[in-house]
């Protein structure tokens, strides 16, 4: 589903949004990206952030460099 | 939803509610947001009400017991807002009280209320949706007259904002 649409169902819904929002499959690398430029006294905020509760997104791609990472000097 | 980030030591709450004969309720999103419920926190739209009763939610849940166990459970289930009783010196010119007996009459439309406490100059909203279901006029001839209505907020349907 496009974040847009996502978005646009979560800011004019009048269920709570936790529940609406575990059935919206979006990207959450994508959810993560737009709420750091979201503003925070906005619906598209909101929204974003119910969206990001249940997708939570880690940035797994610093770990695995570490884990790579030779230059260890134990 | 946010959470307001402010604690007000001593402070004044009103009760606002949104104009119009048929509105259009805020979504849910959007009383969790400042900008929107501020917009409607102004003093056209303040109900002259006495105070500001209790809100927020009831407590609902289910008792389990296990037979030759000492203590039961409690389980915790799907509760409702809390009813709010308002009363307010009636006033029948006043155009907000009367769009309360409006409501209470049709029983079925949804109008945002806003709670804006401050304490001068940190604001902290409450805003939901709700129902007037109850609406009655006491006419006692030895003190001012009064009115009393009940608001039903609607489930699910509440935010939190805050200025800053």
Known sequence: ?74 | MALPNKVLPGFSASLYCQASATPTPLSTANLSVYASTSALAVSANLLPVEAIPAFGQDDAMANFNVAGSRQSDKIPTQAAPTSMTITAAWNPADANLLLMRGDAYNGTIDRTFIISATDGTNIVNYAFNGRVGQFSVDPNPTAEAKCTFTIHPRGNQYGWSNNT
């Not at chain 1, 969206?51 to 990472?69: H, I, R």
């Open chain 1, 1 to 74: 589903m496009k974040l847009s649409d996502a978005v646009e169902l979560l800011t004019s819904t009048y269920q709570s949004l936790d529940a609406v929002a575990l059935g919206l499959p979006v990207d959450a690398k994508e959810v993560a990206d737009a709420l750091a430029k979201a503003d925070p006294d906005s619906a598209e905020y909101v929204a974003l952030q119910a969206l990001a509760k249940v997708n939570p997104y880690e940035n797994t791609k610093k770990e695995k460099v570490k884990q790579n990472d030779d230059t260890n000097q134990e």
